[in-house]
């Protein structure tokens, strides 16, 4: 089992610790629906150290990435990223994950923990024999989302300079004293920030954020799978597998067609069958991964991931339907917990307006 | 800090008795509804049922999983805990108090029930095997 470099300040602070992908790290600190509210109404700090941090170095790291990425990495500007697919051979999801563009010859992706090892694996064998190296900071590192309304007023109190301003751009900062990346980005929808130090940096990292007295509340992951189900995004492993192309499950917007990239073959032959849609539940009852989908009778599809939100104040969730039952925004469905089927719609997301700042792509086009 | 009062009896599978004037009350525990997180429903069973020792009596659903509790013992539903249905929370707020989620008339009110004491509980809910998250 790992633990976070802020394990001692989880621990001090009475957390509830859970198992996740190899990781310990906390699960909640007061209780989820408080941190969950507090997240959308103020500000809220998470642990996310365990989140894979890997650095391609060299002359080829912009050309490398793409080949392995959905995304093309050589057109992103030196200090933005994106969200982009690793695809494998038959075009399905081998992860999802956030690539940074410090310059052509320097890439870092930050993906799921639960990936690491065969994102290592995958991303060796497809450099080789490329002017790159793969570095990768698992246990040398922290990070942490700093997410909500106040976040930017947070960190400003403790940050020399600017932070980075549109949303998917990072830099390099001082932030209460200690060398940082920082990036506007987030799995929450609320503006935000990640910051990621070296590890023995990161209790005082924590400790001065949570000092600003600003009404941050520290979060565990609870909290944070409550929020990333209200903005509809997909976990990889829940809503994304190596079973589901980036078509299935909506994210067409992730794949650019202008080069060659793993799994691009494929992709472009696949027949989709299925959709990722929303569900919001009108009765009592949570439905949660694997329960059965029905439009009348008959079975449509299966819940992929499934909470309670306190911020809407109903169950929510998403999983895939048939795209021949064709569910659209507002159709009344029936999802079936233990025996007892549970009246819900089909809802269109994300369920609350995202609020994150326009992103540098955006900013770019408007220019 | 978890509690564990003493004027309860405690099953093995997390729910607290206690011998009242009008039958038995039965909740669950502290530690078992720390566990199972934030409750958002609670589904209670009908009045005047009856109930085998150990059969399901009641599912309370939490942010992250479902919870049930059992009968500790065999008897008729007397009464439900009929606020839990606008505030669920109270579960988590007040186990053993304002949480109660039952109260049952024992077919045989001489019975005596092999439960566990506080003492005996917090052991078992601190032995490693229930050291493990779901």
């Known amino acids: ?367 | 800090m978890m509690s564990f009062p003493g004027d309860v009896q405690y099953t093995e599978t997390h729910e607290w008795m206690r011998r009242e004037a009008d039958g038995v009350r039965v909740g669950l525990t502290d530690y078992a509804q720390s566990e199972l997180t934030d409750i958002v429903f609670v589904d209670l069973p009908e009045l005047n049922r009856h109930v085998d020792a150990g059969e399901e009596i009641a599912s309370l659903e939490s942010v992250k999983a479902v919870g049930y509790v059992y009968a500790p013992l065999a008897g008729t539903i007397v009464a439900v805990n009929e606020k839990l249905s606008k505030q669920p929370e109270l579960v988590n707020q007040d186990p053993y108090g304002e949480g109660w989620i039952v109260c049952l008339r024992p077919d045989d009110p001489e019975e005596v029930v092999d439960l566990l004491d506080a003492v005996g509980y917090r052991r078992k809910t601190e032995a490693p095997a229930d050291e493990e998250e779901s």
Not at chain 1, 88 to 101: A, E, H, P, T
Not at chain 1, 120 to 129: D, K, N, P, Q, T
Not at chain 1, 333 to 340: A, D, S, T, Y
Not at chain 1, 342 to 357: D, E, Q
């Open chain 1, 1 to 367: 089992m790992r633990e976070s470099p802020l394990a001692s300040v989880h621990h001090a602070a009475g957390a509830r610790l859970v198992e996740f992908a190899g990781w310990r790290l906390p699960l909640q600190f007061s209780s989820i629906a408080e941190e969950a509210t507090t997240c959308r109404k103020a500000a809220a700090l998470f642990d996310i150290s365990h989140m894979g941090v890997l650095v391609l170095r060299g002359d080829d790291a912009a050309r490398a990435t793409r080949r392995v990425l959905t995304k093309e990495v050589t057109a992103i500007p030196d200090g933005c990223g994106a969200y982009a697919l690793l695809c494998n051979d038959s075009g399905c999801i081998r992860d999802d994950l956030i690539v940074m563009v410090e310059s052509p010859t320097c890439v870092a992706l930050v993906a799921n923990a639960i990936n690491h090892d065969k994102n290592v694996a995958w991303l060796r064998e497809h450099i080789a024999g490329l002017a790159v190296a793969l570095e990768d900071f698992r246990g040398r590192n922290f990070a942490v989302a700093l997410q909500g309304p106040r976040a930017e007023e947070i960190l400003r109190v403790v940050a020399d300079g600017d932070p980075p301003e549109h949303f998917a751009t990072f830099r390099r900062m001082t932030v209460a004293g200690l060398p940082l990346a920082v990036s506007r980005t987030g799995y929450t929808g609320e503006d935000g920030f990640e910051l990621f130090g070296e590890a023995e940096h990161g209790p005082a990292l924590w400790q001065a954020l949570l000092d600003t007295g600003l009404g941050l509340v520290p979060a565990g992951l609870a909290a944070r799978d409550v929020l990333r189900q209200e903005m509809g995004y997909p976990l990889w492993g829940q809503d994304l597998d190596e079973n589901t192309t980036p078509l299935d499950a909506g994210l067409k917007w992730a794949v650019d067609w202008t080069g060659d990239f793993v799994g691009r073959a494929a992709l472009e032959r696949a027949q989709v069958t299925r959709r990722r849609v929303g569900f919001v539940l009108e009765e009592p009852g949570v439905a949660r991964s694997g329960a059965i989908i029905l439009r009348g009778d008959t079975a449509v599809g299966r819940v992929a991931s499934g909470t309670y939100s306190h911020n809407l104040g109903a169950a929510i969730g998403q999983g895939y339907v048939d795209l021949a039952a064709n569910a659209e925004p507002g159709h009344e469905v029936e999802i079936e917990v233990r025996g007892r089927r549970i009246k819900g719609r089909i809802a269109k997301l994300p369920l609350l307006p995202a609020k994150t700042r326009m992103s540098w792509a955006k900013a770019r086009r408007k220019a």
